[in-house]
């Protein structure tokens, strides 16, 4: 499939200003820039124009005009990603699709526990709209502000969440998705049961806009719990940290809504880096856990389950310190800490970041064995590790020597990538949970993953979209 395309006329752009009007076209530079470069700075590149299409008919015109003229199209929510696949690649004439303006949450379906809702609608939007039917939407994520559902879908979003109530592939039931021909496919269903063919739905979640675009989706609310209680503990290694685990949902089962795993050196650059935010126990101990305990019944039972749990742990010598919040606010703050932990490191200067999962009976190991890895491509590198020990998710970052030279330390970018992704698919991991392969990773997917695997998703690609104008470059 061609890689590179021909440069986009006057007069084809013009065709496609006409689908939407030129008030929702962005052209200029100053305009199109939030739109083509990315969070962390890394891909930053060009558009000729911005299309900000305010219906599915209009996406589905977009989309056959650009099947037509050969014209490859980048689909964007919020921008928010983190490995580059909703900005255009350098070099190339590529359209961005913002669904900003499909925005809409169509129904709000209390007696199914559903909310529809379209593509461009804020992540937190949902939740909002959730709670005032005293429901809970649980995707949640760091930029939840601003990240929008088709995003999220096209992402495969994971989140804090996961643990208890899956990815948004587990909370989607329907999407409606518009296809590189214009065709448009109506599956916003609602059943629990469904087996007539092929579950379409999943070939559009995670598939990062590839093979199209997802305009409106049917989501899962749950019942809102009755009580939530935060609790912090502290050990000395993550075998502790497993055990602690363990112990969690041998007593509270589903109860479990969090289990977030934190090393010692994020929460030293929070301290050095936010004194305002005021981290629960002494950080003077390797690790911790953040665990949040949910009743379907009250306060009170969480709270006692919490308690139950960290006191038998301490009392088996599992963690060595702990303490439950005495209020909602202590709950939140105890949330803002784990919240600031990626800003707070970029305060130490460069670091290179994996987004990685793993079997969680094997996370013990990894942490040791891809230490190693790392020291062994950069001595003296600090190795910030945290993440959703619950559903085996990482955030594996690490950072340059406390006297090193950031540029120097950021060409190791790519032995330091492939020594512990090595590790990673060395204890049958993943080499990207929950942020996706973009433009980042899709070097490494090729090389790495069975080719039979490559084979049929590229086959797939074909099959939708065999001008190849969706999102190229990413993924596959």
């Given at each position: 499939?061609?890689?590179?395309?021909?440069?986009?006329?006057?007069?084809?752009?013009?065709?496609?200003?006409?689908?939407?009007?030129?008030?929702?076209?962005?052209?200029?530079?100053?305009?199109?820039?939030?739109?083509?470069?990315?969070?962390?700075?890394?891909?930053?590149?060009?558009?000729?124009?911005?299309?900000?299409?305010?219906?599915?008919?209009?996406?589905?015109?977009?989309?056959?005009?650009?099947?037509?003229?050969?014209?490859?199209?980048?689909?964007?929510?919020?921008?928010?990603?983190?490995?580059?696949?909703?900005?255009?690649?350098?070099?190339?004439?590529?359209?961005?699709?913002?669904?900003?303006?499909?925005?809409?949450?169509?129904?709000?379906?209390?007696?199914?526990?559903?909310?529809?809702?379209?593509?461009?609608?804020?992540?937190?939007?949902?939740?909002?709209?959730?709670?005032?039917?005293?429901?809970?939407?649980?995707?949640?994520?760091?930029?939840?502000?601003?990240?929008?559902?088709?995003?999220?879908?096209?992402?495969?979003?994971?989140?804090?969440?996961?643990?208890?109530?899956?990815?948004?592939?587990?909370?989607?039931?329907?999407?409606?998705?518009?296809?590189?021909?214009?065709d448009v496919l109506d599956d916003l269903r609602k059943l629990k049961k469904d087996?007539?063919?092929?579950?379409?739905?999943?070939?559009?979640?995670?598939?990062?806009?590839?093979?199209?675009?997802?305009?409106?989706?049917?989501?899962?609310?749950?019942?809102?719990?009755?009580?939530?209680?935060?609790?912090?503990?502290?050990?000395?290694?993550?075998?502790?940290?497993?055990?602690?685990?363990?112990?969690?949902?041998?007593?509270?089962?589903?109860?479990?809504?969090?289990?977030?795993?934190?090393?010692?050196?994020?929460?030293?650059?929070?301290?050095?880096?936010?004194?305002?935010?005021?981290?629960?126990?002494?950080?003077?101990?390797?690790?911790?856990?953040?665990?949040?305990?949910?009743?379907?019944?009250?306060?009170?039972?969480?709270?006692?389950?919490?308690?139950?749990?960290?006191?038998?742990?301490?009392?088996?010598?599992?963690?060595?310190?702990?303490?439950?919040?005495?209020?909602?606010?202590?709950?939140?703050?105890?949330?803002?800490?784990?919240?600031?932990?990626?800003?707070?490191?970029?305060?130490?200067?460069?670091?290179?970041?994996?987004?990685?999962?793993?079997?969680?009976?094997?996370?013990?190991?990894?942490?040791?064995?891809?230490?190693?890895?790392?020291?062994?491509?950069?001595?003296?590198?600090?190795?910030?590790?945290?993440?959703?020990?619950?559903?085996?998710?990482?955030?594996?970052?690490?950072?340059?020597?406390?006297?090193?030279?950031?540029?120097?330390?950021?060409?190791?970018?790519?032995?330091?990538?492939?020594?512990?992704?090595?590790?990673?698919?060395?204890?049958?991991?993943?080499?990207?949970?929950?942020?996706?392969?973009?433009?980042?990773?899709?070097?490494?997917?090729?090389?790495?993953?069975?080719?039979?695997?490559?084979?049929?998703?590229?086959?797939?690609?074909?099959?939708?979209?065999?001008?190849?104008?969706?999102?190229?470059?990413?993924?596959?």
């Amino acid at each position: 499939m061609a890689d590179r395309f021909p440069s986009l006329t006057s007069e084809t752009i013009d065709r496609f200003v006409s689908i939407v009007g030129e008030r929702y076209v962005l052209r200029s530079k100053d305009d199109t820039e939030p739109y083509v470069t990315e969070r962390r700075g890394l891909w930053a590149s060009a558009t000729p124009i911005v299309l900000r299409p305010g219906s599915v008919a209009e996406v589905s015109q977009i989309l056959k005009l650009a099947t037509q003229t050969g014209t490859p199209i980048v689909p964007q929510g919020g921008n928010t990603g983190l490995v580059g696949a909703q900005v255009p690649r350098r070099g190339h004439d590529e359209i961005v699709l913002s669904l900003s303006r499909l925005n809409a949450i169509r129904e709000v379906d209390v007696s199914s526990n559903t909310i529809t809702a379209e593509a461009g609608v804020i992540l937190e939007n949902v939740q909002n709209a959730a709670d005032a039917v005293d429901r809970l939407f649980p995707l949640a994520l760091g930029a939840q502000g601003t990240c929008q559902i088709g995003g999220n879908l096209s992402s495969n979003a994971g989140g804090t969440g996961v643990l208890a109530y899956g990815n948004a592939r587990e909370l989607c039931m329907g999407v409606e998705v518009v296809l590189p021909n214009g065709d448009v496919l109506d599956d916003l269903r609602k059943l629990k049961k469904d087996n007539t063919g092929y579950d379409l739905k999943n070939l559009f979640v995670g598939a990062e806009g590839t093979l199209g675009v997802i305009t409106a989706a049917v989501l899962k609310l749950f019942p809102k719990p009755r009580g939530r209680e935060m609790a912090w503990a502290a050990m000395e290694s993550p075998q502790a940290a497993l055990a602690l685990f363990n112990r969690a949902m041998d007593m509270a089962g589903s109860s479990v809504t969090a289990f977030e795993l934190i090393a010692q050196l994020p929460l030293q650059s929070v301290a050095r880096h936010r004194p305002d935010v005021q981290i629960p126990v002494s950080i003077d101990w390797p690790w911790h856990v953040m665990m949040e305990i949910s009743s379907s019944r009250s306060t009170e039972e969480a709270h006692r389950l919490a308690e139950d749990i960290l006191t038998s742990a301490l009392e088996d010598g599992i963690i060595g310190d702990a303490v439950v919040a005495q209020s909602l606010a202590q709950g939140q703050d105890f949330w803002l800490v784990r919240e600031v932990l990626v800003q707070t490191q970029a305060n130490e200067g460069a670091s290179i970041k994996h987004d990685i999962s793993l079997p969680i009976s094997s996370l013990p190991d990894f942490i040791a064995t891809a230490e190693n890895a790392v020291q062994r491509v950069c001595p003296g590198a600090r190795v910030g590790c945290f993440g959703h020990m619950g559903d085996g998710n990482l955030h594996y970052n690490v950072s340059r020597p406390v006297d090193g030279d950031d540029k120097a330390f950021l060409n190791l970018y790519r032995p330091m990538n492939r020594a512990v992704h090595d590790v990673v698919r060395q204890f049958n991991g993943s080499i990207s949970a929950e942020h996706g392969i973009g433009q980042l990773k899709r070097d490494e997917l090729l090389e790495t993953a069975p080719p039979v695997a490559i084979d049929l998703m590229r086959r797939i690609k074909a099959a939708f979209d065999p001008a190849g104008i969706m999102n190229p470059g990413k993924v596959i």
